[in-house]
Nanobody, 121 residues
Framework: QLQASGGGLVQAGGSLRLSCAASGLSYAVGWFRQAPGKEREFVASITWRAGRTYYLDSVKGRFTISRDNTKNTAYLQMNSLKPEDTAVYYC???????????????????WGQGTLVTVSS
């Protein structure tokens, strides 16, 4: 079970940190987002064991994904937010042993509810 939180309204240039609490162990976690009228897209992911990270090119250098395995929680620190980052953000999980860095949402079998991030200009 996944629970995403931390969304809200922020001005352009501001920061937010999303959290994804995941019950169970040994899961790679990904963040996806869906803007109004657009398809859901991959944002970032992190593996369980090695902590290897993957990012959408447009968020590199601005977003940082991390995790605290002692708390079974993954985070997405979002800095220098832009209006185009406005979307519903979803966290998803897949067994770490199955994960090879895929950015395809179909490879993530577990999903949490979304949290809305709105960036005003």
């Amino acid at each position: 079970q996944l629970q995403a939180s931390g969304g809200g309204l922020v001005q352009a240039g501001g920061s937010l940190r999303l959290s994804c609490a995941a019950s169970g162990l040994s899961y790679a976690v990904g963040w996806f987002r869906q803007a109004p009228g657009k398809e859901r897209e991959f944002v970032a992911s992190i593996t369980w064991r090695a902590g290897r990270t993957y990012y959408l090119d447009s968020v590199k250098g601005r977003f940082t994904i991390s995790r605290d395995n002692t708390k079974n929680t993954a985070y997405l620190q979002m800095n220098s937010l832009k209006p185009e980052d406005t979307a519903v953000y979803y966290c998803a999980a897949v067994r770490d042993s199955y994960y090879r860095g895929s950015r395809d949402q179909r490879d993530f079998g577990f999903w949490g509810q979304g949290t809305l991030v709105t960036v005003s200009s």
